[in-house]
């Protein structure tokens, strides 16, 4: 059995909000995800799929990913 852990960083990406500056709307436009902020952190919530692409897409603009 997957352990909650192994299953949630399938499903989220943590990154300090201040690096998802001018990149959050096309983020947001072009995966279904969605963004939580607590304390100057982002969390990008989605499907295993959505965060995958949603990976893929900050990787390739220079968002440093946790």
């Given at each position: 059995?997957?352990?909650?852990?192994?299953?949630?960083?399938?499903?989220?990406?943590?990154?300090p909000?201040?690096?998802?500056?001018?990149?959050?709307?096309?983020?947001?436009?072009?995966f279904?995800?969605?963004?939580?902020?607590?304390?100057?952190?982002?969390?990008?919530?989605?499907?295993?799929?959505?965060?995958?692409?949603?990976?893929?897409?900050l990787?390739r603009?220079?968002?440093?990913?946790?």
């Open positions: 059995m997957s352990s909650p852990g192994a299953f949630r960083d399938s499903t989220e990406i943590v990154v909000c201040d690096a998802l500056d001018g990149h959050r709307e096309a983020l947001t436009d072009e279904t995800v969605s963004v939580f902020t607590a304390g100057g952190t982002c969390r990008i919530v989605g499907s295993p799929v959505e965060i995958k692409g949603a990976t893929d897409f990787s603009r220079g968002v440093p990913l946790r």
